[in-house]
């Protein structure tokens, strides 16, 4: 949370590494919480089950942001390889402007994968 409200309120921190690792540490943080808190109420109940339908969403949830943060990973390989590899094309390259409209399109990607889960719980649930 530290990265993210940094990158936030200090203008010289909004490069596109920065934004980037800052998604990156959001994206972490609701990894962790898709996960964990179930997992914490299981261990302190009596019974240890879960629904079918709960446990498809925590699923859900489980590989969404996994594919999400796979794809964060590959787009900051793909900012650092052009910082290194084309230093003096980067600043034209990865504008704040393009770095908002991948961060859009993975979003809009990971979002599109609902109704094959919603579909998916309709009909074994």
């Known amino acids: 949370m530290a990265i993210v409200c940094a990158v936030r309120w200090d203008c010289r921190l909004r490069t596109p590494m920065y934004i980037l690792l800052a998604n990156f540490s959001f994206l972490e943080i609701c990894y962790v919480n898709s996960d964990v808190p179930n997992m914490l109420a299981n261990f302190f109940s009596q019974t240890k089950t879960i629904s079918f339908a709960r446990c498809l969403l925590q ?4 590989f969404s942001l996994g594919t999400t943060e796979c794809l964060f990973l ?19 390259i990865m504008t704040i402007a393009i ?8 979003t809009l990607c990971d979002l599109k994968s609902i109704t094959f889960y919603h ?7």
């Open 59 to 62: 699923l859900y949830f489980f």
């Open 74 to 92: 590959s787009i900051m390989a793909y900012d650092r390889f052009l910082a290194i590899c084309h230093p003096l094309h980067y600043p034209t």
């Open 99 to 106: 770095i908002k409209i991948i961060l859009k399109a993975v």
């Open 119 to 125: 579909e998916y719980i309709n009909k074994y649930s």
